[in-house]
């Protein structure tokens, strides 16, 4: 009998109506759609509007859009993984809300928290539980209401990030098909560089904590791009080498919607041609946890079964990777 490997057999995607454009942007604070648009490529982005509506809004109807594509009945999903870095709450876990809304009643939950990377981290849990045996179906939603937690005052965060989310499901597959080499790394001696430092439990929401605006993102923009540019190039030649990939074996490249820059900077390291490389960070910004889905997504019907994937990330923490995955489907 072949190993069983993890395969993704279904994708589903959300975002939300509101669009915030650079001109729009322009009115806020002190840019210009030149500037954001030669730094880092995004034009425009999504933001959830709606009183209590969190990032389990955006995970529902990314998996209700898997659902319906599919006919999946939900109460087949073993499990249910929301892997965001902008829970609902704190206390009160998102997947389980996620999964019981969707009629996933059968499923167990969880979210998965690793900044920026959370969604490839995501992809080698629910690959891991596939491949044991031990689940069937494993739906893995990212999803990030990055608006929540941004000073719409702040130009170096305001113009970067998005809402979204997305939504993939794993499936055993005996053709040697699916996930197939992960490199994943993190370095704590990051996590100065790109932070919301108040709200958690190092230091919690104060009225003066409110005041000193230190509740939103800070991020030192030049060193977090720094590192990107390097680590991520550095995965992605090291998952190639290891599994003995050329760039023309190489289909598509699916990385982290940060900034263009680090995308085209990562891309010219393996001498990729720009047709292979996925993006839409001009449409939706940086969604954190929702970029890789949203990719999928949005590049779903161009993937053929057997198309070889590197999926690349880097974020807050600092946390990177890269996985190698085979496709498994024709849409
Ligand atoms: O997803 C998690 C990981 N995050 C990332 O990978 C993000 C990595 N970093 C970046 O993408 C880029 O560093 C940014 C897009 C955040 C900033 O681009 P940059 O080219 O690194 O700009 P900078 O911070 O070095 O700033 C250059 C100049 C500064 O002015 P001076 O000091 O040269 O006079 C800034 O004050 O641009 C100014 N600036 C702006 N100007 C117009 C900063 N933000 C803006 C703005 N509009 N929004």
């Not at 210009?32 to 995004?42: F, S």
């Not at 999803?143 to 000073?151: C, E, G, P, Q």
């Not at 989310?165 to 699916?178: I, R």
């Amino acid at each position: 009998m072949n190993k069983i490997t993890a395969a993704i057999t279904a994708v589903g995607a959300y975002v939300p109506d509101y669009v915030l454009t650079n001109q729009i942007l322009e009115t806020m604070v002190d840019t210009n759609d030149e500037w954001i648009t030669t730094r880092t490529g995004i034009k425009e982005r999504r933001i959830l509007k709606g009183e209590g509506k969190g990032s389990s809004f955006l995970a529902i109807e990314a998996s209700k859009n898997l659902i319906s594509k599919t006919g999946l009945d939900p109460k087949t999903i073993d499990l249910v993984i929301v892997a965001t870095a902008t829970p609902d709450m704190k206390a009160a876990s998102t997947a389980a809300y996620t999964a019981t809304q969707i009629g996933a009643t059968n499923a167990f939950s969880f979210d998965l928290e690793a900044a920026c990377s959370s969604f490839l981290y995501g992809m080698s849990v629910a690959s891991s539980y596939i491949e044991s045996g031990r689940y069937k179906r494993v739906l893995l939603v990212g999803a990030d209401k990055n608006s929540s937690m941004i000073n719409y005052e702040d130009r170096a965060t305001c113009i970067i990030f998005g809402d979204g989310g997305g939504a993939v499901l794993f499936e055993p597959n005996e053709d040697n098909l699916g996930l197939k080499d992960e490199y994943l790394r993190s370095d704590g001696s990051g996590r100065e560089f790109l932070q919301a430092k108040y709200g958690g439990s190092s230091y919690p929401i104060t009225k003066e904590a409110l005041e000193s605006g230190e509740h939103y993102v800070f991020q030192d923009g030049r060193n977090v791009f720094k590192n990107a540019v390097s680590n991520m190039a550095e995965v992605v030649i090291r998952i190639m080498e290891r599994n003995e990939l050329t760039k023309e074996d190489i289909n598509f490249l699916v990385a982290h919607q940060a900034n263009k820059r680090i995308i085209d900077a990562t891309a010219d390291r393996i001498e990729l041609d720009q047709n292979k490389v996925m993006m839409n960070i001009h449409k939706y910004g940086n969604t954190t946890s929702a970029t890789l889905p949203l990719l999928l997504s949005d590049y779903e019907s161009e993937l053929k079964k057997g198309d070889n994937l590197i999926f690349a990330a880097f974020g807050g923490g600092f946390t990177w990777g890269a996985i190698y995955l085979k496709w498994a489907y024709n849409s």
